[in-house]
């Protein structure tokens, strides 16, 4: 069974200061990793998906870094409009086309 | 339309009573997903439709759900003898097909409350 689990649960930084947050996976054949934004009382927004080892992509402050075992989100002095909750989840060649997510990081930017 | 839209955006129910959740997905978008998500966690798959044809629908808990996409756009979600633990956020993505390199878009969700 494909299974994703985030770390940490919760992540406060003052603005400016970077940091990393962790998505740790087991999938059946990666078909592919996404994370996606989600801001309170709204859907899931796509960011990202990354589908081989050492694939990296960049979009404002946010950079993705994918391994054979986890992924991660950087970012880079971020700041208060980045608050949001971050999703990750993969999509395996035995789960077909559904997504499995991990529970997300809520991110805090405090001005 | 620009986006994923869902309707209601609100729904508060009696327990026992039946419902139905509307999404209208982005336009030419064949691909269209269900997923539920509860208070701290991420969305759970319900169901998958390629066109008109539910294709994966083993995330559906129990036989009190349902899903419909007549036409192969729009698509309606049904609860009957809703519980109160069917209380969440219910969310419909899409993508232009299915297949590795599609992104899923997600709606803005319907809240549903079973008092």
Known sequence: EDQVTQSPEALRLQEGESSSLNCSYTVSGLRGLFWYRQDPGKGPEFLFTLYSAGEEKEKERLKATLTKKESFLHITAPKPEDSATYLCAVRGFQGAQKLVFGQGTRLTINP | ?115
């Open chain 2, 1 to 115: 339309g620009a986006g994923v839209s869902q309707t209601p955006s609100n729904k508060v129910t009696e327990k026992g009573k039946y419902v139905e959740l509307r999404c209208d997905p982005i336009s030419g978008h064949t691909a269209l997903y269900w997923y539920r998500q509860s208070l701290g966690q991420g969305p759970e798959f319900l169901i998958y439709f390629q066109g008109t044809g539910a294709a994966d629908d083993s995330g559906l808990p129990n036989d009190r759900f349902f899903a419909v996409r007549p036409e192969g756009s729009v698509s309606t979600l049904k609860i009957q003898r809703t519980e109160r633990g069917d209380s969440a956020v219910y969310l419909c993505a899409s993508s232009q097909a299915a297949g590795s390199y599609n992104e899923q878009f997600f709606g803005p969700g319907t809240r549903l409350t079973v008092l």
